[in-house]
Structures are given as C-alpha cells and as structure tokens.
C-alpha cells in the first residue's frame, strides 16, 4: 500500500529564510505521481505541483523549487527567501496508477510552516 | 468564479441526524473525488466518481455513508445517522481523467460538527 510521510510537523523560520520541507514516500507501483498542495489559513487546498515518476528532473518557480530522487523515493520542497504569506501547512501526496486506484491521492501528515516577520 | 464549489460551508447537527452535503465541480472535470481531513492530518480518501459512476470506496466509507453523482454533474454526500466521530472537513475535489493524472483542484469543504 501507498503511504507518504512528513516527518517535519511544524518549521518556525523568520521572513527571508530558506525552508525545505521534506517528503517520502512508499509503493510498489512503478508509474506514480507525486503532488505538493498548500493549505492556507483559508482552508482551502491549493495544488501547486505535480510530477510523475519518470520525469526525476528538479524544478523551479520562481521562489518555489522541488527535488526529486527516486533512488531515496524524496521529493523535498524548498522555499527561497520565504514570506510571511508562506506560512500555511504544506502536504505531499502520492497517486498510484494501478487498478482502482488511479486518481486517488494519498496525503503525508502536512507541515505547518510559520514564517515570522 | 468557475472553482470547485461546496454547500454548505458549515453544518451544525446533533448525533443521530442525517446529513446532505453537495459539490459542484469544476464543469469540464469527468472526475470528481471526496475526501475528509480531521484536525492535524493530512485529507483521507472516501471515495471517487467517474461520470456517473462510482468507481472506488474506501473503507472509511461505513454504510452510514453514501455519495451519488447524478447525470455525471454534482454529487453529493450523504451520513445517516450521525456520530461524533463524523466531525470532520468534508473536501471535493475534481479533476480531469484520463491516461495521465491531472491534477485534482479542491473546494473550500463543509465542516461538520456533530453534538
């Protein structure tokens, strides 16, 4: 079965701090995605990247950048120069390929992140 | 605004009362997904509509607990007989389906107090 684990349960850092927000995650799936969402105060979950198996490239928007290692099955999340409108609690979530469970999302714990003017 | 919608954003019921949530998805999206998500965790997966037709149940999904996807369009989420246990978001989200997974775009969610 999927799991997805966020072993960081809350990171405090002033504004302007890097933060990386780490990621595992297990299955035996072959072709997967992996999906960073935001969970603002608001509530409301924001999807903010996805990335299948095969493409273990790293990525970059703007202050946001994602990296993904197969090999440790990581995909860790550093904001650059965070804001105060960063903090928000942040999930990782994997979907599998396979039978039924095509589409379905399996979310890791989340990480609450504050960021201190 | 064309966002997943949902309604009622809050519902306050007592244990035993049934329960009626709707979600409106995105209109081009065939899938439409429910989730819950309880205080400090991460949203668990209840169940999923392709069209009109419910392809997948988790088994979080007790027999209290039924969702229908009329015509393909909204669904909704029915709790019959409700328990304090049962107090939780309740998130939609949709998504396009097909060979390659898109990404699903949540709504706002109904949170539910059960007395």
């Known amino acids: 079965a999927q799991k997805v684990t966020q072993a960081q349960t809350e990171i405090s850092v002033v504004e302007k701090e890097d933060v990386t927000l780490d990621c595992v995650y297990e299955?035996?799936?072959?072709?997967?995605?992996l999906f960073w969402y935001k969970q603002p105060p608001s509530g409301e979950l924001v999807f903010l990247i996805r990335?299948?198996?095969?493409?273990?490239q790293n990525e970059i928007s703007g202050r946001y950048s994602w990296n993904f290692q197969k090999s440790t099955s990581s995909f860790n999340f550093t904001i650059t120069a965070s804001q105060v409108v960063d903090s928000a609690v942040y999930f990782c979530?994997?979907?599998?390929?396979?039978?039924?469970?095509?589409?379905?999302?399996?979310f890791g714990q989340g990480t609450i992140l504050t960021v201190h003017p | 605004d064309t966002g997943v919608s949902q309604n009622p954003r809050h519902k306050i019921t007592k244990r035993g009362q049934n329960v009626t949530f709707r979600c409106d998805p995105i209109?081009?999206?065939?899938?439409l997904y429910w989730y819950r998500q309880t205080l400090g965790q991460g949203p668990e997966f209840l169940t999923y509509?392709?069209?009109?037709?419910?392809?997948?149940k988790s088994r979080l999904l007790s027999d209290r607990f039924s969702a229908e996807r009329p015509k393909g369009s909204f669904s909704t989420l029915e709790i019959q007989r409700t328990e304090q246990g049962d107090s939780a978001m309740y998130l939609c989200?949709?998504?396009?389906?097909?060979?390659?997974?898109?990404?699903?775009?949540f709504g706002p969610g109904t949170r539910l107090t059960v007395l």
């Open positions: 989200a949709s998504s396009f389906g097909g060979p390659v997974q898109e990404p699903q775009y």
């Open positions: 299955t035996r799936d072959t072709t997967y995605y």
């Open positions: 990335r299948n198996s095969f493409d273990e």
């Open positions: 979530a994997l979907s599998e390929l396979s039978g039924t469970s095509y589409g379905k999302l399996t």
């Open positions: 209109s081009e999206h065939n899938r």
């Open positions: 509509f392709q069209n009109e037709a419910q392809l997948e």
